[in-house]
């Protein structure tokens, strides 16, 4: 199971600005930003609910989410971003992280705009019911539209390798959670037969991600290299 911990040391009080847009445009030349983003799942994770955006740095179907503030915990800004971006209130617990991506963005919106930007992101997974999703309210400056869309779809679709990532790290973590229920809290009580099964999964799931990247030619430590052109992802390799 994959986890953000938070280690505060000493007395941290954060001091939140706004800054400048000239300003914030050398800050983005200078540092990595931190983001928490959030995949929505459904409640049995079979489909996830994305935005198609129209701004820099993805002008395309993403994740909801957001920059960190100073001291957040990732789960805190999460909360905050699914605030911001859906209008929705939800308890920071209810977010399950899955992973943590190192992004690299040849564009950016700010200008000048091919400075690009770079950003490592925690990302998270919340399952939310109809009646949620039903009142999420997206802005429209930002997104051209939203939809759910099959896991399948997704995997096997024209979308960012980042969407597919975290779809395969939904079903590694669901793996490894019915792992963990058939050990059991005091142990296999011969129930070894449902235990080798939930392994097995565990094993295929983590074969799955990894034969992801391989079949587009990238070892499991490669950066993944991609192009939006024409409305298609091209894949390169980094030399």
């Given at each position: ?71 957040e ?51 998270h ?43 395969r ?25 449902a ?30 290299a ?6 298609k ?7």
């Amino acid at each position: 199971m994959q986890r953000a911990p938070q280690f505060i040391t000493g007395e941290f009080t954060p001091h939140y600005c706004f800054l400048p847009d000239e300003e914030y445009s050398r800050a983005l030349d200078s540092i990595v930003k931190a983001c928490s983003d959030v995949l929505i799942c459904s409640s049995d994770s079979s489909k996830v609910f994305l935005g198609r955006r129209k701004v820099e740095p993805q002008p395309d179907w993403w994740y909801i989410g957001g920059r960190a503030k100073p001291g957040e915990r990732p789960e805190d800004a999460a909360a905050r971003n699914v605030r911001r971006e859906l209008g929705l209130d939800l308890p920071p617990s209810r977010f399950e992280v899955v992973g943590n991506y190192s992004f690299v963005w040849q564009f950016r919106e700010q200008p000048p705009q091919g400075n690009g930007t770079a950003d490592l992101s925690t990302i998270h997974r919340i399952a939310l019911d109809d009646e949620e999703a039903a009142s999420a309210a997206f802005d429209t400056a930002e997104y051209h539209e939203t939809r759910w869309w099959g896991t399948d779809a997704v995997l096997a679709g024209e979308f960012h390798p980042a969407l597919k990532r975290a779809i395969r790290d939904v079903r590694a973590a669901d793996a490894f959670r019915k792992l963990r229920a058939a050990v059991g809290a005091e142990g296999c009580d011969g129930n070894d037969a449902a235990v080798a099964t939930a392994a097995r999964a565990v094993v295929e799931e983590a074969d799955a991600r990894n034969g992801a990247a391989a079949r587009l030619g990238f070892g499991p430590d490669d950066p993944v290299a991609v192009s939006f052109v024409g409305g298609k992802y091209v894949y390169r390799k980094v030399s």
